[in-house]
């Protein structure tokens, strides 16, 4: 579905993606991990085309994606960080907002509250602004925004930010859940070790731009990469050190 060949991209004199390389299967569900800094967001901004690589392709359904651009924009939903809803709209009018482009407000608006059921909010939710949710009905609603026009390919950046382990379980219960029930694929970019259990079908590793280690999460476990077992199992590494005075 999704092909990513010698992605590099910096800022400045700072290196984020140094020749990445991944490959994505129709219908699986990859979740990205690695540090604060190690380049997550800005290999899903290139895909996104918010980010213009310095070198390197992106190829969807086998061919470059730069030339489809616009229907890959078709074909995708994206749940962002920190569900980044329109505070000046209705919940609804937030999850029909590419809908209202097409289809009749009527029929936007029962598409919206239909996908609101199905990720456990009410009808009553629909007619409410975002600053009247609480954080975990805000993300929620964020990922019925994304899934409201039945996409082949769904983002998730970072999606139990913010949230406590309870509320994160229930939003990686929901992933999964609407990944298999849709076939859609699906990239996450997380730190979240949770998630990555949950959510994945394959986990892939980023470390100082590349991707370091993809496997299954049973490989993930079993793997003896020092820096993969490391950041799975939260153990501290020894810090470099600089130069006196």
Same mark, same amino acid.
């Given at each position: 579905? *999704? =092909?990513?060949?010698? $992605?590099?991209?910096?800022?400045?004199?700072?290196?984020?993606?140094?020749g990445a390389d991944l490959d994505l299967a129709m219908g699986e569900s990859l979740v990205v991990i690695g540090?604060?800094?190690?380049?997550?967001?800005? $290999? *899903?901004r290139c895909i996104l085309g918010l980010e213009t690589p310095d070198a390197g392709e992106i190829l969807w359904r086998g061919r470059p994606l730069a030339g489809q651009r616009a229907a890959f924009?078709?074909?995708?939903?994206? *749940?962002?960080?920190?569900?980044?809803?329109?505070?000046? *709209?209705?919940?609804?009018?937030?999850?029909?907002?590419?809908?209202?482009?097409?289809?009749?407000?009527?029929?936007?608006? =029962?598409?919206a509250i239909e996908k609101l059921a199905r990720v456990g909010l009410g009808p009553e939710v629909a007619d409410l602004y975002p600053a009247e949710l609480s954080?975990?009905?805000?993300?929620?609603?964020?990922?019925?925004?994304?899934?409201?026009?039945?996409?082949?390919?769904?983002?998730?950046d970072e999606p139990t930010t913010g949230l406590d382990p309870i509320r994160a379980a229930t939003i990686n219960t929901l992933i999964r859940g609407i990944v298999d029930e849709t076939g859609a694929t699906a990239i996450t970019i997380t730190h979240d070790m949770s998630s990555a259990r949950s959510i994945a079908d394959r986990v892939?590793?980023?470390?100082?731009?590349?991707l370091r280690w993809q496997g299954s999460v049973a490989e993930m476990d079993a793997a003896e990469d020092d820096y993969l077992r490391d950041f799975v199992t939260g153990r501290a590494r020894p810090m470099a050190r600089g130069p006196q005075g």
């Open positions: 579905m *999704l =092909a990513v060949r010698g $992605l590099s991209k910096s800022f400045g004199a700072k290196r984020v993606l140094d540090g604060s800094g190690t380049g997550k967001s800005v $290999l *899903l924009m078709d074909h995708f939903g994206m *749940l962002f960080q920190n569900a980044a809803l329109f505070d000046s *709209l209705p919940v609804w009018r937030n999850v029909a907002f590419r809908l209202l482009r097409t289809q009749p407000k009527a029929r936007a608006r =029962a598409i954080g975990g009905m805000r993300k929620r609603a964020g990922l019925a925004r994304a899934i409201a026009a039945d996409p082949k390919v769904i983002f998730f892939a590793l980023l470390d100082r731009g590349r």
